[in-house]
């Protein structure tokens, strides 16, 4: 199997409701966040790649121009804008590109990542 990855990078606002008092994302903040789409295939195609890395800056085009600056709140409703939920959605938005996805990993700080594997 060949795997290959592609880094893409934007910032949100986001607040998390439902957590208990106290709990420092349910405040209002922002995260520059690191998104990291993953796709495999058993075959190369006749170019030798699972997919040529270019087609995937439609990717980095939805991010900049939906999702970039952005409070996700408003794009994804209150109970989804945790990382875990974002890589799913990301996915969904990927694997209707690219059948070749297997896992986006989302990271809202240096040491954290979330990743939706089906
Ligand atoms: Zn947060």
Redesign the pocket.
């Known amino acids: 199997m060949y795997t290959i990855t592609k880094e893409f990078n934007f910032s949100a606002s ?3 409701f439902g957590l208990p008092d106290g709990h ?2 349910a405040r209002l ?3 520059n966040y690191a998104v990291v789409i993953e796709l495999q295939a058993a075959e190369l195609n006749s170019h030798g790649f699972v997919r040529d890395y270019r087609q995937l800056s439609a990717f980095k085009t939805y991010l900049e121009e939906e999702v970039d600056h952005r409070h996700l709140n408003d794009l994804f409703g209150n109970a989804s ?3 875990e939920h974002l890589a799913r959605h990301f996915f969904a938005w990927c694997q209707a590109r690219w059948p070749e996805m297997s896992a986006v990993r989302v990271s ?1 700080s240096a040491r954290t990542w979330a990743e939706y594997r089906p």
Request: aromatic share 0%; glycine share 8%; hydrophobic share 25%.
């Open positions: 986001h607040q998390l420092p994302c903040h922002g995260h804008v945790t990382a809202e």
